[in-house]
């Protein structure tokens, strides 16, 4: 769907069993869209891996004195500059229109709830709690649906390339392919705790936002009876454990991010020196060995979509959850008339 055909004539009867249910649902709904972005990250991250065989083409001619090769690797180097380009704007784009659809799709679903509620909306869930759920939430839920398609085709980079490089040089090629599964996997033991530790964060800062939307909707009041200085207190440690909570979410994951960094480099290093070995008894030329060596050093950008997805999820499953919390309220009226469906069909089961 483009941005340009917004509002949704009906956003759809969502999932709300559970958080991850509701993205899912939300997922399924911008499958179009998640698809073309996909395309378009399999065109930007593929161009942009396959710029090492352009380098060490051209690497290896300089050192064969070979100008005909020489000008193919520029020549090659110029198409991929095209079409990096052409796909980076292009996957911007989609991305971005899948973060404003899926926006759009949550607020009108939560709008449509606040109507079909009225005044008994603010009686079952807190003021705050509908403000952070149709503000800060809907981000964040927008920024999973938005990561999932750079994730998807940074997925597939990475396999092709892996797989290419095995048939391009086996020797080298084995190395990458068994490393990088490991610096895939090696920060799932501290994405739990990194969850854990964003859940905390996300509740600690919904309960402030709701005691601060709260307080400023009871102003009158608490300032007939004096009580503005109990209600700041409040807020400021409401404030001080959002802070803290921040903090500690934030040391989870700059660690996840530092091993990122460290074991790419590793596998760098060993890269490099196993060719050096190879190159040096012969097995493998100069150009192959800088092709080798750069596809390792282009292949640190997809890998970093797999952070961004871990923490995109982490953030995103509280905030839907709330907002699956929201839009599973029903009227007094409607649940008490499905009691009384409930009740004669129940008892002529029994």
């Known amino acids: 769907m483009r941005i340009r055909d917004l509002p949704y004539s009906d956003p759809g009867l969502p999932d709300v069993r559970s958080g ?13 869209g998640q698809i073309k972005a996909a395309l378009w990250g399999l065109l930007h991250m593929g161009a942009l891996v396959c710029f090492p065989l352009a380098i060490g083409i051209g690497v290896q001619a300089v050192v064969d004195r070979s100008g005909a090769r020489l000008a193919l690797a520029g020549a090659l180097m110029v198409g991929l ?11 911007h784009r989609a991305a971005v229109t899948n973060w404003i659809t899926a926006a759009a799709r949550v607020q009108q679903l939560l709008a449509r709830k606040t109507v079909e509620l009225g005044s008994a909306l603010t009686r079952r869930v807190a003021a705050g709690e509908v403000v952070a759920v149709s503000t800060g939430d809907v981000e964040k839920i927008g920024w999973f649906v938005e990561a999932l ?29 068994l490393g990088v599964p490991a610096l895939a996997l090696a920060v799932l033991p501290l ?8 859940d905390e964060q996300r509740e600690k800062a919904g309960r402030a936002t709701e005691l601060a939307s709260d307080t400023v909707a009871g102003l009158r009041v608490l300032r007939g009876i004096g009580g503005e200085d109990l209600f700041l207190s409040r807020y400021r440690r409401a404030s001080q454990e ?35 070995v190879l190159a040096g008894n012969g097995r493998i030329t100069v150009g192959e ?5 750069s596809a390792v050093t282009f292949l640190l950008f997809p890998l970093r979509h797999f952070e961004e ?11 839907a959850r709330r907002a699956a919390r929201v839009l599973a309220l029903r009227r007094p009226s ?17």
């Open 334 to 350: 409607a649940a008490i008339e499905d009691a009384r469906a409930a009740g004669p069909g129940s008892g002529t089961g029994a």
């Open 20 to 32: 991850t249910r509701f993205l899912v649902w939300l997922g399924r709904n911008q499958l179009g």
């Open 242 to 276: 959002v802070r803290t909570a921040a903090v500690r979410s934030a040391r989870m994951w700059s660690l996840i991010a530092a091993v990122q960094v460290v074991l790419p480099g590793m596998l760098l290093i060993a890269v490099v020196w196993y060719g050096a």
């Open 289 to 293: 060995l800088v092709t080798v060596y």
């Open 191 to 198: 994405l739990p705790r990194a969850a854990r530790r964003a």
């Open 149 to 177: 398609s750079r994730f998807t085709a940074a997925a597939i980079t990475i396999v092709g390339l892996c797989v290419g490089l095995v048939i391009y040089q086996p020797a080298l090629g084995a190395v990458v392919a």
């Open 81 to 91: 500059t095209v079409l990096i380009a052409l796909g980076d704007a292009m996957l």
């Open 309 to 319: 997805i871990a923490m995109a999820y982490s953030f995103s499953r509280p905030s």
